[in-house]
């Protein structure tokens, strides 16, 4: 069977298959082996495309290029590490009575739905349907946010599903844009959505028209991936929801968010040559990264720090990608993968420190490593890796953006750096108070599974240390492909 | 100036004072039909005026010459109202010394000159009358004019009769901002001619009033014009919609025949729009009078909406 | 002006009604007839498609005439209707500003929205180009009362309303988008809506209020 459809099939079934048969003893495992199933097909997938180059699947619907391919592994591979670790977190949810067997059985389907969006956002050739399959991430997500169903967690689901709402529908607005200038080209044959035939044509596109369409769509999808001034739902979401979705959520529907604005940005860049669109990014980028950082050291919610940490971050991201160029995309893209796999990794340690004291109040969580002294060094490591600290990852990936802009835009240096200054004080000083000193937490029934914490942890900083030349030469080709 | 349009400025003018006062008194009637009260007669209006025009005439104390003068002001302003306002034809000879935005001016001079009086006798009344006239005054006016541009852009000219002419002879088409227009121009004209969900033209209720409210202290004729006044008025008005959006029937050049023919057309067309003015009074409540700025205001949106629709939809296609 | 065909004609006369609809929205103080206020819109757009299809000849353009008259005329207004009814909240619509404040609001960004579109809309060959303004302003509208609307329904329909206005843009731009994407739209729209509904009951346990203000709590600092 074609790895492709496996990887997109798997699950969409087990989801469905997961909704149907209900909280049972092993559908925790269904929910593993599923994970492990798509990781498996996308690992084949992702040696086939090394191997064979770009290929289409279901005629031009889906398209898979070393772009979208690593994006599609990275999610796959988070999207598994998650499934283990929520199993036994959930369950300790479960006994401490914050959540019944109807919410387990919809989170896990959910879950699962929520993978199958991500994929098919990730791997779809029609940009409609891209709109179409963020738009489901975002309902499937909205009922994973409001799980416990306290007041806070309804308060932040209903903040997220109205301003990504409106966000996702001025992203819409934008697409209609884009395919109105691209049926001026193409006609109208129903394929002037597929981003394989508007990249062919993409010096032809009107560039009055193309403009407000990438505006339209920054600001639409830009208010998913966190940018400023639209960021509002994305701590609230990540605090309040469970602590999987919160890793799911940074580690991966941001990177998605962000893969769709790329993909516009080549069509844009296309049409209007001068930066527009790579100017708007660095000034959003810019933006969203200072904001972050001043936000972050009021921060008292151990969650919503980390949060407003991803939206960092993804500011950093959007503003390599805005530069342009091999460096910076090839920057932008292994920043993107170090950031997905730390800052899981830290939410996935923080889901068990906050677990075991019964508080997200970072001032009541202390002595982690009396408690743990696995999850408190993995914190510690992770807080660590996701400061830039070397021999980390974000490290190489942070030195590459800064040496790029202090070469080509000489004004922003000083604004990175006091900006990743501040973040680096702000989460630092918290984060050591957490980890070392006394406490008296108790036990909690079921074990932690603490592998997906360290092995985040070690590939990212294999990854500092040494790039292999595949991995280098296939962000590089991605990297070119985004121009 | 021919003799077949000044014969027709002066028909109309004449048409003019025999048929407002008719027009309050159909409206009377039907809203008393519709209300399931016994109607007075259609002549009504006529008899008031008839018997007020014998009455002697009682002045305040301490009115001054103004008082006086301004009920035959206020009578003249509403009779050249009457004579700009295309009815019949649209060849006035008056229709040159005065455009769409005089006509509007006309209709300010007698709002001012009404409140002033109204404030010259020095009672509380009037002098809240006068206040609350100005309030309706001030939003209703800027809604008109936006209506009237919306016209005048379709005709591109602000003169009544070109519009008039304009709108009456020209092909079939659907201007959707005409009727934005259309409703903008209903809400104002209820505003400024006292009609119901505004103002209560039955009652004296020192709460509600407006316009009874600036006329508490007229007798005798100054009362008589000042009722001619408000009938020529709400007659100059409905003869404004009725040109502007329902144009059919307006006699264009020196034709003695269709002027002659406009007669009947024009009283068909005041005796529907007189009975709809008396449905809306009747199925409509009176709003309280700080809801009234927020009636005008969405008079003057609707206004502006239309215009922009006008720029936007009609103007390259 | 003679040589504009019948059917351009109706096209504008029925933006021009959802312009005025998202305005009337926009003013409305009580629950129900907003939610009547948006079942009118919607179909009036789909009669507005409906033109376009004959007009064009366009298959699909058909379907989604059908689609919008079920789903936006029919459907979501029942599924209100029925929500507003169980919750019973009748009479609770309040404005954050008041509504002549909005209203003024509301023209400036119709300006915005006309001069933003008029560059795109010369550039279309579409009958129905002159709408596109049309199309964005009421996106812009809905925008607006999701953000004046205090409650949880009138910022829903004012959400549904944004869906209608961005559908009237693609049609009236492009002659709609292709089927699968219009597809895809409508069913996630409708997943949305029953999503929400959920919501509100569980919105109304919690807080006992539909009140979007109780849900203020999640701040900075």
């Not at chain 1, 994305?234 to 991966?252: C, F, I, N, R």
């Not at chain 3, 807080?207 to 849900?215: A, E, K, M, P, V």
Request: net charge neutral; hydrophobic share 55%.
């Amino acid at each position: 069977m074609d790895t492709f459809v496996l990887m997109l099939a798997i699950p969409l079934v087990s989801g469905m298959l997961l909704t149907v048969v209900g909280e049972r003893e092993w559908a925790p495992n269904l929910n593993i082996v599923a994970s492990l199933g798509t990781f498996l097909s996308s690992a084949l997938l992702t040696g086939e495309i090394i191997a064979d180059g770009p290929r289409m699947a279901f005629g031009e619907m889906f398209f898979i290029d070393s772009l979208n391919v690593f994006l599609v592994t990275l999610t796959a591979f988070v999207g598994l590490t998650t499934s283990i670790f929520s199993g036994p977190y959930m369950k300790n949810e479960q006994e401490h009575g914050r959540l019944t067997k109807g919410r387990m059985r919809l989170y896990k389907s959910m879950f699962q739905l929520f993978m199958f969006t991500m994929l098919a956002a990730l791997t779809t050739n029609n940009l409609g349907i891209l709109w179409v399959a963020m738009e489901a991430a975002t309902l499937t997500t909205v009922l994973l946010v409001s799980l416990y169903r306290t007041p806070a967690s309804l308060e932040a689901a209903w903040k997220y599903f109205i301003l990504c709402g409106v966000g996702i529908a001025q992203a819409l607005f934008g697409t209609i844009l884009l395919y109105f200038a691209a049926e001026r080209v193409l006609g109208e044959t129903g394929n002037a959505l597929l981003w394989t035939r508007l990249v062919d044509v993409k010096g032809q596109l009107e560039p009055t028209v193309m403009a407000l369409a990438f505006i339209f769509l920054l600001v639409g999808y830009g208010t998913k991936v966190g940018l400023a001034p639209l960021h509002n739902w994305l701590p609230d979401a990540h605090a309040e929801g469970p602590t999987p979705v919160s890793a799911v959520l940074s580690g991966l529907l941001l990177n998605v968010a962000l893969y769709a604005i790329l993909r516009c940005k080549v069509l844009a860049d296309g049409a209007l040559p001068g930066g527009f669109a790579g100017n708007l990014m660095m000034g959003f980028g810019l933006l969203t990264l200072v904001m972050a950082a001043f936000f972050l050291s009021r921060q008292k919610d151990i969650k919503r720090m980390f949060a407003y940490s991803s939206i960092e971050h993804m500011g950093l991201i959007t503003f390599a990608f805005g530069m342009g160029g091999v460096v910076a995309n090839f920057a932008g893209l292994l920043h993107m993968t170090m950031h997905s796999l730390t800052k899981s990794a830290i939410f996935f340690a923080v889901g068990h420190a906050t677990q075991k004291t019964g508080t997200q109040i970072m001032e009541n969580i202390r002595g982690l490593l009396r408690i743990n002294p696995v999850i408190g060094w993995g914190l510690m490591l992770g807080t660590l890796a996701i400061l830039g600290m070397p021999p980390f990852g974000v490290f190489a990936s942070e030195f590459m953006i800064l040496t790029h802009a202090m070469k080509h835009h000489p004004w922003a240096t000083p604004v990175l750096l006091l900006a990743l200054g501040v973040a680096f004080a702000s989460i630092f000083g918290r984060v050591q108070s957490m980890v070392f000193g006394e406490t008296h937490a108790k036990r909690l029934p079921h074990a932690p599974a603490i592998t997906p914490v360290f092995l985040h942890l070690a590939i990212v900083l294999a990854l500092g240390l040494y790039i292999p030349p595949y991995l280098t030469r296939w962000f590089h080709e991605a990297a070119k492909m985004i121009g | 100036m021919t003799v077949a349009g000044l014969f027709g400025q002066l028909l109309a003018i004449v048409l003019a004072l025999v048929l407002a006062p008719l027009l309050t008194g159909w409206v009377n009637q039907c809203r008393a039909w519709m209300q399931n009260r016994s109607a007075p007669p259609l002549l009504q209006s006529y008899y008031m005026l008839h018997k007020l025009f014998l009455k002697d005439v009682v002045l305040a104390h301490g009115t001054s010459s103004f008082f006086r003068t301004a009920p035959y002001v206020i009578f003249g302003c509403m009779l050249l109202a009457c004579a700009i306002v295309p009815t019949l034809s649209t060849d006035l000879p008056l229709a040159p010394s005065a455009d769409t935005i005089a006509l509007v001016g006309v209709f300010g001079l007698a709002r001012i000159f009404i409140s002033l009086a109204a404030m010259d006798i020095g009672t509380s009344f009037g002098t809240l009358g006068g206040r609350r006239e100005m309030l309706i005054g001030f939003l209703a006016e800027p809604a008109l004019l936006m209506v009237i541009f919306t016209t005048a852009l379709i005709s591109q000219s602000t003169s009544v009769a070109t519009i008039v002419e304009t709108l009456a002879h020209r092909d079939f088409v659907i201007y959707p901002s005409l009727a934005f227009a259309g409703v903008a121009f209903t809400f104002v004209s209820f505003a400024e001619n006292a009609r119901v969900p505004v103002d209560n033209p039955a009652t004296h209720l020192e709460l509600t009033m407006i316009h009874e409210a600036m006329i508490l202290e007229y007798s005798g004729r100054h009362l008589a014009l000042i009722e001619l006044a408000a009938s020529l008025k709400l007659y100059a008005y409905s003869c404004l919609g009725l040109a502007l959006f329902f144009p059919w029937g307006i006699a264009a050049g020196e034709n003695p025949l269709g002027l002659l023919a406009a007669i009947p057309m024009l009283v068909f067309k005041l005796a529907v729009g007189g009975a709809f003015l008396a449905g809306i009074e009747t199925i409509n409540a009176k709003m309280r009078i700080f809801r009234a700025p927020e009636f005008l205001g969405t008079a003057f949106l609707l206004a502006v909406l239309g215009l922009l629709v006008r720029l936007l939809l009609e103007t390259r296609v | 002006m003679s040589s504009v065909p019948l059917s351009a004609q109706l096209i504008n006369l029925f933006a021009s009604v959802i312009l005025l609809m998202a305005f009337a929205m926009l003013a409305q103080r009580r629950v129900l007839p907003l939610i009547n206020l948006f079942a009118i819109q919607g179909a009036v757009l789909a009669a507005s498609t409906g033109v376009v299809a004959v007009t064009t000849h366009q298959a699909h353009l058909y379907w989604s005439a059908g689609l919008t008259l079920a789903l936006k005329a029919l459907l979501l207004p029942w599924i209100l209707h029925r929500l507003v009814r169980r919750l019973n909240v009748k009479w609770d619509v309040e404005s954050l500003i008041n509504i002549p404040t909005t209203m003024i609001v509301g023209i400036v960004l119709v300006v915005v929205a006309f001069n933003v579109a008029l560059p795109i809309s010369q550039l279309s060959s579409t009958i129905s180009r002159g709408t596109l303004g049309i199309a964005l302003a009421s996106v812009m509208l809905a925008f607006l009362m999701m953000i004046t609307r205090s409650k949880a329904i009138p910022q829903v329909v004012g959400f549904l309303a944004m869906e209608n206005g961005l559908f009237l843009a693609a049609t009236s731009a492009t002659y709609g988008m292709p089927m699968v994407v219009e597809l895809g739209i409508a069913l996630d729209v409708l997943v949305g809506a029953i999503i929400l509904g959920v919501f509100f009951f569980q919105i109304r346990e919690q807080f006992d209020s539909l009140d979007i203000r109780h849900l203020e709590r999640l701040k900075d600092s």
